[in-house]
């Protein structure tokens, strides 16, 4: 079945740019919209933003000066970056598929960023 | 964007027993809200869309309700495995919000 895993440095220092990966196995990226979320410790989901397969994105106005979503259909990889990070910006960050319907059905394991000199 | 609230932050029940969880919107979102229950360490998993569709493999003590600004997740009898955290998210409009979640834990 299909699986998401994301991927990506664990520690970021302040004012640089969080990079991360998800990589969609058992099915193919092209179709469908992938999504990022973030979750800072001890606290909720907040929606970063989506891409469909044909490249059209989506962002969180809260985030989206700092936010690119971009989509690979040839390694099946989506990735993030976020730029500018601070401190708040610490979180577990989750891949998600979404249908269209706009929730999430399928998530990845997410991976811990934490964003420290 | 649309603000959720979920009440209560914390809901104490006995195995076997009825829970409750509520969920407001700040505005309607017709009957677009999903229920997510995550465990420590693990990802949210669906449990149910469109305000009453249980998501695949969900058990049928789950139920979802409401449409409009509330909603309600009923687990009809809990069990050892119920006990986590859920979350409420309108699928509505972006950005898609979730509520600050309900932690069900044993009584």
């Known amino acids: 079945q299909v699986q998401l895993q994301e991927s990506g440095p664990g520690l970021v220092k302040p004012s640089e740019t969080l990079s991360l990966t998800c990589t969609v196995s058992g099915g193919s990226i092209s179709t469908y919209y992938w999504t990022w979320i973030r979750q800072p410790p001890g606290k909720g989901l907040e929606w970063i933003g989506h891409i469909y397969y044909s490249g059209s994105t989506n962002y969180n106005p809260s985030l989206k000066s700092r936010v690119t979503i971009s989509l690979d259909t040839s390694t099946n990889q989506f990735s993030l970056k976020l730029s500018s990070v601070t401190a708040a910006d610490t979180a577990v960050y989750y891949c998600?598929?979404?249908?269209?319907?706009?929730?999430?059905?399928?998530w990845g394991r997410g991976t811990l960023v934490t964003v420290s000199s | 964007d649309i603000v959720m609230t979920q009440s209560p932050a914390t809901l104490s029940v006995s195995p076997g027993e009825r829970a409750t969880l509520s969920c407001r919107a700040s505005q309607s979102v017709s009957s677009s809200l999903a229920w997510y229950q995550q465990k420590p360490g693990q990802a949210p998993r669906l449990l149910i869309n469109?305000?009453?569709t249980r998501a695949t493999g969900i058990p049928a003590r789950f139920s979802g309700s409401g449409s409009g600004t509330e909603f309600t997740l009923t687990i009809s009898s809990l069990q050892s495995e119920d006990f986590a955290v859920y979350y409420c998210?309108?699928?509505?409009?972006?950005?898609?919000?979730f509520g600050q979640g309900t932690k069900l834990e044993i009584k």
């Open positions: 998600a598929r979404d249908h269209g319907a706009w929730y999430f059905g399928l």
């Open positions: 469109g305000a009453s």
């Open positions: 998210q309108q699928h509505y409009t972006w950005p898609f919000t």
